[in-house]
């Protein structure tokens, strides 16, 4: 079964500081790595994937994000916060075969400080 | 270009009601999603439409719950005998589908029930 752990509920950073949300999943195959976004009151926000190719892939606001096989990590990353990035985070994981449903970590929630 | 759009936005609703849910996918995806995000069960997956296929029900977490697509476009989600634990935000979301190279979901804003 896949599974999908971000173990930090919150992150707090101060603005201008660089930034890391941690994800790690568990997958019997391929795995399709996401981040989303989400604001107060608002549906989720598509920032990047990872599918195949390199390891280091480039999303929206200038997040990126870090796919490491090895360790089954999938870290979000931006080298300076901005207070406009405070937000519930979402990492998914889904098969690249067969089931087409996003299994979602339980989110963490980044405060980015003035 | 549209998004996702989902209606109503807030439904509240007394214990025992039927309710329906509304989705409108982005124009040209062929795969439309149901998830719901509450409190104590965070995100999870409800059910999957592809195309003229079967839907993927194994989501679903009662016989109270169905869900229809008309058209291979609007989809609208079904709870029967409402219970207060039906209570969260239920999110649609739409795809290309399998088969493409765009494999990202893109959520509506979601329909907060609220059971009372």
């Known amino acids: 079964a896949q599974s999908v752990a971000q173990p930090e509920d919150q992150v707090n950073v101060a603005e201008g500081n660089p930034l890391t949300v941690k994800c790690t999943y568990s997958?019997?195959?391929?795995?399709?790595l996401f981040w989303y976004v989400q604001y107060p009151n608002r549906g989720l926000q598509f920032l990047l994937k990872?599918?195949?190719?390199?390891?280091l892939v480039k999303g929206s606001y200038g997040f990126e994000a870090e796919f490491n096989k090895s360790q089954t990590s999938f870290h979000l990353k931006k080298p300076s916060a901005l207070v406009s990035d405070s937000a519930l985070y979402f990492c998914?994981?889904?098969?690249?075969?067969?089931?087409?449903?996003?299994?979602f970590g339980t989110g963490t929630r980044l405060l980015v400080s003035p | 270009g549209a998004g996702v759009s989902q209606s109503p936005s807030n439904k509240v609703t007394e214990k025992g009601k039927d309710v329906e849910l509304r989705c409108d996918p982005i124009?040209?995806?062929?795969?439309l999603y149901w998830y719901r995000q509450s409190l104590g069960q965070g995100l999870e997956f409800l059910i999957y439409?592809?195309?003229?296929?079967?839907?993927?029900k194994s989501g679903l977490p009662s016989d109270r719950f169905s869900a229809e697509r008309t058209g291979g476009s609007v989809s609208t989600l079904t709870i029967q005998r409402t219970q207060q634990e039906d209570s969260a935000v239920y999110l649609c979301?739409?795809?290309?589908?399998?088969?493409?190279?765009?494999?990202?979901?893109?959520f509506g804003p979601g329909t907060r029930l609220t059971v009372t």
């Open positions: 979301a739409s795809s290309l589908g399998p088969g493409t190279s765009a494999h990202e979901q893109y």
């Open positions: 997958v019997s195959g391929n795995p399709y």
């Open positions: 990872y599918i195949t190719g390199d390891n």
């Open positions: 998914a994981v889904k098969l690249n075969t067969g089931f087409q449903k996003l299994v």
């Open positions: 124009s040209g995806h062929t795969a």
């Open positions: 439409f592809q195309g003229n296929s079967a839907p993927d």
